[in-house]
């Protein structure tokens, strides 16, 4: 069984600051994470695979590492733009046996 | 442009059934494998199923399975969610979404669909 943490809940947040979200694996999940941001009323978008692999189109300020259990995305200089919710999911897994997703982070104004 | 867009969800009573669609443009559909996920409102993402490009595999959750059942069109373009006997537990904001090739992360969404079982 793979179980997906995330922490915090939660995160109150400036812009312009960095901010790192963590997302934790019950078991090893190697570097088949990848992170998604959703916004109200927007599509979820893929924003980081292979734990550290930008996907097209993303801003460099975003970046993702880790690998096993352990599992960062870093906001470098949040723009208000990136004030959402954030969810990770692993792959290594297929089919998953538990939900492959964390609970989600919620990014908001501090 | 690749667009997904989810239809059919409504307000349904527990027990009762709700067909949606996915309908898929601007790649070639036929070629991708395709998840429903849904997300109970305020809380996160749960994957519920999958079937392949061809539609020769499918999977289910187990809180799904035997109750809910994914089809494709490959000439309509299109994705279907089948379910029955549904409780309140799967009110929620269905989305279909597309894996990457060569890779099991999702990385094309729809906006989603909102399923409400209420009496």
């Known amino acids: 069984e793979k179980v997906m943490t995330q922490s915090p809940d939660t995160l109150s947040v400036s812009p312009g600051e960095r901010v790192t979200l963590s997302c934790r694996a019950s078991q090893s999940v190697g570097t088949n994470l990848a992170w998604y941001q959703q916004k109200p009323g927007q599509a979820p978008r893929l924003l980081i695979y292979?734990?550290?692999v930008r996907a097209t189109g993303i801003p460099d300020r975003f970046s993702g590492s880790g690998s096993g259990t352990e599992f960062t995305l870093t906001i470098s200089g949040l723009q208000s733009e990136d004030l959402a919710l954030y969810h990770c999911h692993q792959y290594n897994t297929w089919p998953p046996r538990e939900n492959p997703f964390g609970q989600g982070t919620k990014l908001d104004i501090k | 442009e690749v667009k997904l867009v989810e239809s059919g969800g409504r307000l349904v009573q527990p027990g009762g059934s709700l067909r949606l669609s996915c309908a898929a443009s601007?790649?070639?559909?036929?070629?991708?494998?395709m998840n429903w996920i849904r997300q109970p409102p305020g809380k996160g993402f749960e994957w519920i199923s999958y079937i392949s490009a061809t539609g020769e595999t499918i999977h289910y959750a187990d809180s799904v399975r035997g109750r809910f059942t994914i089809a494709r069109d490959n000439v309509q373009n299109s994705l279907s969610l089948e379910m029955n006997s549904l409780t309140d537990d799967d009110t929620a904001f269905y989305f279909c979404?597309?894996?990457?090739?060569?890779?099991?992360?999702?990385?094309?969404w729809g906006h989603g669909t909102l399923v409400t079982v209420s009496a």
């Open positions: 601007g790649f070639a559909f036929k070629t991708f494998e």
């Open positions: 292979a734990a550290s």
């Open positions: 979404a597309r894996f990457d090739y060569g890779g099991r992360r999702l990385s094309s």
